[in-house]
């Protein structure tokens, strides 16, 4: 597994990104996709996930009604809608994956990681 994260850039309050995780593998789809946030001097948070078999979600609080995640098997891609962006979403964004059905928001369980995106909500 070899996740890839792109799509971060800069964006006014209130604007949108959508983010993309996608892999090289032949067994994407049977892996459960995380993604999580880390701002500088803050420790790292799950932020939405999404299981690799009947798209259960998670999203933490914060996020909710504003983001949305999304995967195309056939692409082998993940997404991560993010709408109404406010300045405290600003952080370094990665795609984790992990085996096992249940959208967690638990890193630790995560086994393979990509490298991060960075998203920046400034005026």
């Known amino acids: 597994v070899q996740l890839q994260a792109s799509g971060g850039g800069l964006v006014q309050p209130g604007g949108s990104l959508r983010l993309s995780c996608a892999d090289s593998?032949?067994?994407?789809?049977?892996?459960?996709i995380g993604w999580f946030r880390q701002a500088p001097g803050k420790e790292r948070e799950a932020v939405s996930a999404?299981?690799?078999?009947?798209?259960?979600?998670y999203y933490t609080d914060s996020v909710k009604g504003r983001f949305t995640i999304s995967r195309d098997n056939t692409k082998n891609t993940v997404f991560l809608q993010m709408n109404s962006l406010k300045p405290d979403d600003t952080a370094v964004y990665y795609c984790?994956?992990?085996?096992?059905?249940?959208?967690?928001?638990?890193?630790?369980?995560?086994?393979?990681w990509g490298q991060g995106t960075q998203v920046t909500v400034s005026s």
């Open positions: 999404i299981s690799a078999s009947d798209s259960r979600t």
């Open positions: 984790a994956a992990r085996v096992g059905h249940l959208p967690s928001a638990k890193a630790d369980e995560y086994l393979f």
């Open positions: 593998g032949f067994a994407f789809s049977y892996f459960t």
